[in-house]
C-alpha cells in the first residue's frame, strides 16, 4: 500500500498552517523520490498516492515499487563465509 503522508494538526491556527504546509512540503518530496524510483509520471504518482492505494506482488513491480520477490535468501559464496570468518 503506497499513500500520502498524514498528520493530525492540533492547535492554534499559526501552528495548525505550519503543519500543513510541512506535510505538504514532504508529500512533494515524497512525489519526486517515487517519479525517480519508478519511473512514472508526476500525474500518475499523484494519483495514486493521493489515498490508499492497495497492489499485489505483479502490480508493485509493474509500477516499479519493487524490483522482485525474493523467494529465499541466498547462500551466501565461499569467499563471503571466508572474509566474515
Do not use: C, W, Y
Not at 518530496?29 to 505483479?58: A, Y
Amino acid at each position: 500500500m503506497i499513500h500520502q503522508p498524514s498528520g493530525g494538526a492540533l492547535g492554534m491556527a499559526s501552528d495548525i498552517d505550519i503543519q500543513a504546509r510541512e506535510i505538504l512540503r514532504t508529500r512533494a518530496n515524497i512525489n519526486k523520490i517515487f517519479v525517480h524510483h519508478t519511473g512514472q509520471p508526476l500525474s500518475e504518482i499523484e494519483r495514486v498516492m493521493d489515498r490508499d492505494t492497495f497492489m499485489d506482488v505483479n502490480q508493485a513491480i509493474d509500477f516499479g515499487v519493487i524490483d522482485e520477490v525474493l523467494t529465499k535468501r541466498p547462500l551466501p559464496s565461499e569467499e563471503e563465509k571466508a572474509s566474515l570468518a
